[in-house]
């Protein structure tokens, strides 16, 4: 590694054939001082940097290093090879990191031998000693063979790894681990994978990317010329009216599809029943979607194309999975506090409609409708009802009291009747608290059990302040009564010990404060 380099070698008449060999390998070593002698030294100038025992051991590779073994038994600088049994002078033995000794022929040639294997990695070569069950490391395999060689090794490793479950996208080049559950065994859309870096997908079996979506895959050769394939995983259709296979995914998927053929020639990506098709989705045609692809993401799962799945085109002029959007709808809103984004288009916000969410939307529509109710009442009770908000033509809220209603009140929904029910003024809501479980929203009329008016039912129920002995004033999170002190700045969640039923404020037996109580 040096410009100058003096190495101690142990000279001998056996070995001076390999110094011309040492010569015509390396033609700017210059050797300055040769003596036959047991201990000498020569010079060696060299103008290049690095190099490897890999490169002085191939000279040797097959030929016998010593005649006269015994010539050697005596020096303390010479090492006895466990594999041929001869003593070598040190420099060109190799102690591996097992401790077993060996000549750099005999080791070469072991390694050298193993390497043929399909299967040897950089790994997983063993010490070539007999009984020795440790394997070399990946610095002394690089030390033996050729560089071409520890190459080929290491796609070895790479290629077991492949079939061991890990794929590599062959966009980016990333590799990772590659898991098929049991559930996805029978599924024909298990060999679509997305890449974990660069979010495309491609197919694991034929290497296709990306994905060949309503395309043969070219994995075993076939061209799919000779069958109708699926229009879903590219399997062999067992069906022709949509072209599907015997999947249960596929034979889902298209009893959901729309069958009428369109007047472009290209097949319908809608759903069974709708009353106008979807508009065409394939790249080229002429009454292409001006926004959205067959190949495009739906942008409600992040998961399969568009192609993947029947699905609905919405008055808005977006397509989405058609099972997308109703599971979006059946989910509801992600937060505690009710509200209605979640029947907003991802793409545009407006309100999703199509004649086949029907049955879908119905039970967000009762509640919707109720809840509209309820704003109503709760304007009238808090004296908001002809406030400045909703009679200046200029406030956005002009006209619009329920959009006004639903901005300034919270509403929640009882885990225990489903109702929804009153839970605050918004401004009261603290950004700071931490969304309160679902099973702790209850409604008072739930909260109070028994204690109820005969006329006005719930509704109207005196509540007494959860952290102190005063009348609640507040309703705040959906969950907690507030009196006027407890309830300023900072609000006060620290309960205070009431002083026994002849001296409490509120004359009247009730549990311990810190409990939701109805007087």
């Known amino acids: 590694s040096t410009q100058s380099t ?17 010569s015509s390998l390396f033609p700017t070593v210059t050797i300055d001082k040769v003596n036959q002698g047991l201990n000498d030294t ?8 690095g190099g490897r025992v890999s490169a002085l051991a191939s000279p040797f590779v097959g030929t016998p290093l010593a005649t006269t073994p015994a010539l050697y038994d005596a020096d303390e600088s010479a090492e006895f090879c466990d594999l041929c049994c001869v003593m070598y002078p040190r420099p060109l033995t190799i102690t591996t990191e097992c401790g077993h000794v060996s000549c750099l022929t005999c080791l070469s040639l072991s390694v050298q031998k193993r390497c ?7 790994s997983n070569l063993l010490c070539p000693h007999e009984y020795c069950q440790s394997f070399l490391s990946r610095n002394e395999v690089r030390q033996l063979v050729s560089p071409e060689a520890f190459v080929s090794l290491e796609w070895n490793e790479l290629r077991n790894l492949l079939q061991g479950g890990a794929v590599q996208c062959p966009g980016c080049g990333y590799l990772f681990e590659r898991i098929v559950s049991d559930d996805l065994q029978n599924d024909p859309l298990r060999d679509k994978l997305t890449c974990v870096a660069c979010h495309d997908t491609f197919c694991a079996m034929c290497y296709t990317f990306p994905y060949h979506d309503g395309r043969p895959c070219r994995h075993g050769g076939d061209d799919g010329s000779a069958a109708p394939r699926c229009r879903y995983c590219s399997n062999p ?4 009216d949509p072209p599907v296979c015997d999947a249960p995914t596929c034979r889902s998927r298209g009893q959901q599809a729309c069958v009428v053929p369109k007047s472009c020639g290209h097949h319908c990506y809608g759903s069974c029943g709708e009353q106008s098709c979807v508009t065409c989705l394939e790249e080229g045609c002429s009454a292409k979607h001006p926004q959205q692809s067959a190949d495009d993401y739906c942008v409600i799962c992040f998961t399969d194309s568009l192609a993947d799945a029947p699905c609905l085109q919405l008055e808005c002029g977006h397509v989405f999975h058609k099972a997308c959007i109703e599971k979006k709808i059946e989910q509801r809103w992600p937060c505690s506090r009710i509200n209605f984004k979640f029947l907003q288009c991802p793409l545009c916000e407006k309100e999703m409609v199509h004649h086949l969410l029907a049955k879908t939307m119905a039970p967000v529509n009762k509640l919707r409708e109720a809840l509209e109710k309820r704003y109503e009442d709760r304007l009238k009770i808090e004296g908001m009802d002809e406030c400045e908000a909703l009679t200046d033509p200029q406030s956005r809220y002009f006209k619009k009291p329920l959009v006004y209603a639903a901005d300034q009140f919270n509403y929640y929904q009882c885990s225990k009747c489903k109702r929804p029910y009153f839970g605050g003024l918004r401004r009261c809501q ?3 608290r931490d969304e309160p479980d679902k099973s702790d929203l209850i409604c008072g009329g739930c909260c109070a059990g028994s204690a109820q008016c005969d006329r006005h039912g719930h509704t109207y129920l005196e509540w007494k302040c959860k952290y102190c002995c005063n009348t609640a004033v507040w309703f705040c999170w959906g969950t907690t009564h507030f009196c006027e002190l407890c309830h300023s700045p900072p609000r006060k969640t620290v309960r205070e010990e009431c002083e ?7 004359a009247a037996k009730h549990p311990p404060n810190g409990t939701e109580f109805a007087l």
């Open 6 to 22: 003096t190495i101690k070698v142990w000279l001998h008449s056996a070995f001076q054939p390999y110094i011309a060999t040492i």
């Open 42 to 49: 020569i010079s060696l100038q060299t103008p290049h940097r």
């Open 116 to 122: 043929a294997n399909p299967y040897a990695t950089p």
């Open 237 to 240: 259709a067992q069906s022709s």
């Open 430 to 432: 603290d950004v700071e």
């Open 500 to 506: 026994g039923e002849e001296r409490c404020p509120l």
